[in-house]
């Protein structure tokens, strides 16, 4: 190996499970993260990765009221049968 004091070049890495928007490949998506997008090796799909990050969607345990609430400790009695 030379080292030529670049960094090394990173590869491609497949998603597993992902499917293509594009053409319905299964585990056909990698993510390229020198380009910052997304792409399919079997149809060529490409996409660029969002600026803003997705919005979590509000559900029991991310609603403001759910971290609010603490539940007091309680002791655990085991009993002998």
Not at 47 to 63: F, H, L, Y
């Amino acid at each position: 190996m030379s080292d030529s004091g670049t960094e090394p070049k990173s590869r491609p890495r497949f998603v597993a499970g992902a499917v293509c928007p594009s053409c319905g490949a299964v585990d056909r998506m990698v993510i390229d993260v020198n380009a910052d997008q997304r792409r399919c090796v079997a149809c060529q799909f490409v996409e660029a990765r969002p600026d803003a990050p997705a919005e979590q969607p509000v559900t029991r345990v991310t609603r403001a009221s759910a971290r609010r609430v603490e539940t007091p400790a309680e002791a655990v009695k085991l009993l002998d049968s």
